[in-house]
């Protein structure tokens, strides 16, 4: 079965730097661009980038370009998320999500960022 999953969240002070993890099984993992999303406490969630197949096309959504990067191995099945420079507004559950086709897609339990003095 298909199976996200999220690490690497934690507690981290504004200006520092998290790499989340997304570690995907259950399907033929480079046939498919992958997502991130994350959803604050009262807000809708939002995309936060994409990663094509292959690796060769990334989007980020516009609160995080320049300070995030998606990035993913197709030889471990893994999506990564390098952020940097990181602020409280980035506070949120961050989530992988894989979109298979029309409404067919999968998403992980997310994992908790919060950024904090």
């Known amino acids: 079965q298909v199976q996200l999953v999220e690490s690497g969240g934690g507690l981290v002070q504004p200006g520092g730097s998290l790499r989340l993890s997304c570690a995907a099984s259950?399907?033929?993992?480079?046939?498919?661009?992958m997502y991130w999303y994350r959803q604050a406490p009262g807000k809708e969630r939002e995309l936060v980038a994409r990663?094509?197949?292959?690796?060769?096309?990334?989007t980020y959504g516009d609160s995080v370009k320049g300070r995030f990067t998606i990035s993913r191995d197709n030889a471990k099945n893994m999506v990564y998320l390098q952020m940097n420079s990181l602020k409280p507004e980035d506070t949120a559950v961050y989530y992988c999500?894989?979109?298979?086709?029309?409404?067919?897609?999968?998403w992980g339990q997310g994992t908790q960022v919060t950024v904090s003095s």
């Open positions: 259950g399907f033929i993992f480079s046939n498919y661009g």
């Open positions: 990663i094509s197949s292959a690796g060769g096309i990334t």
């Open positions: 999500r894989v979109v298979f086709g029309g409404s067919l897609d999968f």
